[in-house]
């Protein structure tokens, strides 16, 4: 993989719908999974 100088951290997911973006730092992971809404907050203890 090859990294651009400036380039910002992106990830898209695009399925299924609505569209979900997640731009900047992606170093917690669960963060990232639970704003692409791939895990929920039940499930990382959050309720």
């Not at 990830?11 to 299924?16: G, T």
């Not at 170093?27 to 639970?34: D, G, I, M």
Request: zero cysteines; hydrophobic letters at 45%; glycine letters at 12%.
């Amino acid at each position: 993989m090859r990294l651009l100088k400036g380039a910002i951290p992106t990830v898209v997911r695009k399925l299924p719908l609505p569209l979900r973006k997640i731009i900047g730092d992606l170093s917690n992971t669960e963060n990232v999974l639970l704003g692409l809404q791939m895990r929920s907050s039940m499930e990382v203890g959050g309720g």
